[in-house]
């Protein structure tokens, strides 16, 4: 919430990364919100998130909506990165605020569709047909569907952009060390960029991997629901929070190690206060 009132009322920060950051906390706080909600639910009628009703089609398609637009977000924000570096080498494009509020716009709109799927039929209500046992009433197809695609998407499409990014920021530093020039500039952005990287890829790789190993024994388990409980509903309470821990590090490596966004976040911790005159 801080990063998003920061970003939303502060004018000098509306850049199209930054727009991308604002977008990123706004979903992880929507991830948060969503699985709260699943909470809630898991509190007061423990048979329908473990059995379940048709009460859960909702929250988890919400749950859904939230976890694919944080990574559409983290896709988005990877090739924003690669765009801006190589726009410097190659003027002939140059990512604006419209594209980032673009992106937005998309990210959202797949996020929804692919959500509302068994909102509008894709589920295993009326049949045990194939029906999940770590998130009934959902499907183990659907399950499969959206989880290989998305898991694909989250891990090639950062790695080639964070790559290319280290390999133009190399080039450059080798064509300025030619030419007999500094090269500490490019030195210090390439160690950032690799540090940010590998961040990525340990939180990402910590958080998500958990989900989609239980999405693979879903996909091949036979078992009763009753067999398998509670361990295996205990496995994916954790799995959930290693998800809302995620939505934390998000800020934590994507926002915060900006430093503009940084300065702005300490001067509202530590506002100046004007002191009146003496008299």
């Given amino acids: 919430c801080t990063v998003i009132f920061t970003i939303t009322a502060t004018k000098d920060l509306h850049k199209p990364i930054l ?13 948060s919100s969503s699985g ?20 859960m089609l909702a929250p988890y398609a919400f749950y859904t909506v939230s976890v694919l637009s944080t990574i559409y ?19 002939r494009f140059r990512v604006s605020r419209k594209h980032s509020l673009a992106a937005v716009l998309i990210n959202w709109a797949l996020a929804f569709f692919f959500s509302c799927l068994p909102l509008l039929g894709w589920n295993c209500l009326h049949t ?13 197809d659907y399950l499969i569907f959206i989880t290989i695609p998305n898991c694909v998407v989250a891990f090639i499409v950062p790695l ?34 690799g540090r940010t990287s590998i961040f990525i890829w340990l939180l990402a ?9 239980g999405v693979l024994f879903d996909a091949t388990n036979h078992q009763c629901p ?6 295996t509903y205990i496995f994916r309470n954790c799995t959930a929070m290693l998800v809302t821990m995620n939505c934390l590090g998000n800020p934590v490596i994507y926002t915060l190690k900006m430093n503009e966004l940084r300065a702005k976040l300490k001067a509202l911790k530590c506002p100046t206060v004007s002191m009146p005159a003496p008299l």
């Fill in 19 to 31: 727009v991308l950051f604002c977008n990123l906390a706004f979903s992880d706080l929507f991830t």
């Fill in 36 to 55: 709260f909600w699943i909470s809630l639910l898991f509190i007061t009628n423990p048979d329908s998130t473990i059995f379940g009703s048709k009460d």
């Fill in 73 to 91: 977000n983290l896709v988005s924000i990877g090739m924003e990165r690669y765009l801006a570096v190589a726009e410097s080498i190659r003027t």
């Fill in 128 to 140: 045990e047909n194939r029906v999940s046992v770590l998130y009934s009433p959902l499907c183990v």
């Fill in 160 to 193: 080639f952009t964070y790559l290319s990014i280290i390999l133009i920021l190399r080039k450059g530093k080798f064509k300025m060390k030619a030419r007999g020039q500094a090269t500490n500039t490019y030195k210090s952005a390439e160690i950032q960029v």
């Fill in 205 to 213: 790789l910590i958080s998500y991997a958990p989900f989609f190993a």
């Fill in 226 to 231: 009753v067999e398998l409980y509670p361990s």
